[in-house]
């Protein structure tokens, strides 16, 4: 099998060196080069083509969105954001996904050691090599706002999603067709902290639903969907007939904090039958377990087909350890989740 082809684009020669020591390591991979910025990129992309590229997004002479949307439209490949985590970020971030790149993440800080963020970006840079472009400027193109679903009851249904590579779209895609009444929703999606509150902002002002990130011990209540921060596991709990959120701190799970197989495995202890499960386009294991055991607990779960998927990762290992009682296509997700819901 041959190498995955990577290049490197940031201004700063320190992270240029440090990324391509610690992705060498990896037999998979190759840096066949980098560069200071989109213009010397630019050149090196056609001459090299590689299959993924590594991008910041503040540069001279061209900022890293401006040089994104460029490469979308003339050269299109998957492409990784990795940027400086500043509470401003996670709006270009979002932007950044809605330009065309595959996945974002942080550069070493407070949230990610380099030796977390290598491994982390590995695994990305595995998804993004393998990426459904295709899916993604289908959906990407059709922006139309979905027909609304209808729910004729509140229920105490817990609905528990996970995704990562291409989710961002994928859970916009579904929570904008739930209903304002549709029951409580907890969301894990694979996003660095801070990055996570713009996204549930953003999400919150497309949405009938209220969504915002999720606080240690809310209350997971109809026609709200709680967000996972970046950074914490997002657990969900039972005290008599509330159900709630804990939020907290704890070893990286599938390389991920937070992990959809946390969230999951709460989900089938405390909710069991009461619960619907639904694992969404990612890279990776992360969920497949706990999905499983949903459905042992009596769970309704859903794994997104292929053909929908950015990366059929965890959807697929998912259904290969029998964890989805239902396989569909990302469009009619939501319908399903609702009819469950109601019945």
């Known amino acids: 099998m041959s190498k995955i082809k990577v290049m490197i684009v940031d201004d700063s020669a320190i992270v240029r060196h440090v990324f391509s020591t610690e992705l060498n390591k990896d037999p998979d991979l190759e840096i066949v080069g980098t560069a200071p910025d989109p213009y010397a990129a630019r050149d090196k992309i056609v001459q090299l083509k590689p299959n993924v590229v590594i991008l910041d997004i503040e540069m001279p002479r061209m900022d890293g969105l401006t040089f994104l949307r460029k490469l979308m439209h003339y050269y299109p490949l ?33 949230a990610y050691s380099v030796a977390d963020m290598s491994v982390a ?10 990426a459904n472009l295709k899916v993604r400027d289908a ?10 679903l209808s729910l004729s009851k509140t229920t105490d249904k817990i609905i528990a999603i996970g995704a990562s590579t ?38 919150n002002s497309l949405c009938d639903i209220e969504v915002r ?71 990776g294991a992360d969920g497949a377990d706990g999905l499983l055991e949903m459905r042992q607990a009596g769970a309704y779960t859903i794994a997104q087909d292929q053909a929908t998927s950015v990366v059929y990762g965890m959807p697929a290992e998912a259904a290969k350890r029998g964890g989805a009682v239902d396989i569909l296509p990302l ?3 939501a319908t399903r989740v609702i009819s469950a819901a109601a019945s």
């Open 78 to 110: 998957p492409v990784i954001i990795v940027s400086s985590l500043t509470p401003a970020g996670g709006a270009i971030a979002l932007e950044a996904i809605e330009a065309g790149a595959v996945d974002v993440m942080c550069k070493p800080g407070s």
């Open 139 to 148: 959906q990407a193109a059709n922006k139309a706002p979905p027909t609304k």
């Open 331 to 333: 469009d009619k997700v």
């Open 213 to 283: 990130e999720a606080r240690d011990n809310d209350t997971v209540i109809p026609g709200v969907a709680l967000i996972a921060p970046g950074n914490y596991h997002m657990l969900l709990r039972r005290s008599g007939a509330r159900y709630y959120v804990q939020i907290k701190t704890g070893p990286l799970v599938h390389h991920q904090r937070p992990a959809v197989e946390v969230l999951f495995k709460s989900v089938a202890k405390y909710a069991g039958a009461n619960a619907i499960g639904v694992i969404l386009t990612g890279m």
């Open 121 to 130: 970006l590995i695994d990305k840079i595995k998804g993004a090599a393998f």
């Open 166 to 203: 291409g989710g961002t779209q994928a859970i916009e895609r579904v929570l904008t067709q739930f209903p304002h009444n549709a029951p409580g929703t907890v969301v894990v999606q694979h996003m660095p902290e801070h990055f996570t509150r713009s996204f549930a902002e953003r999400l």
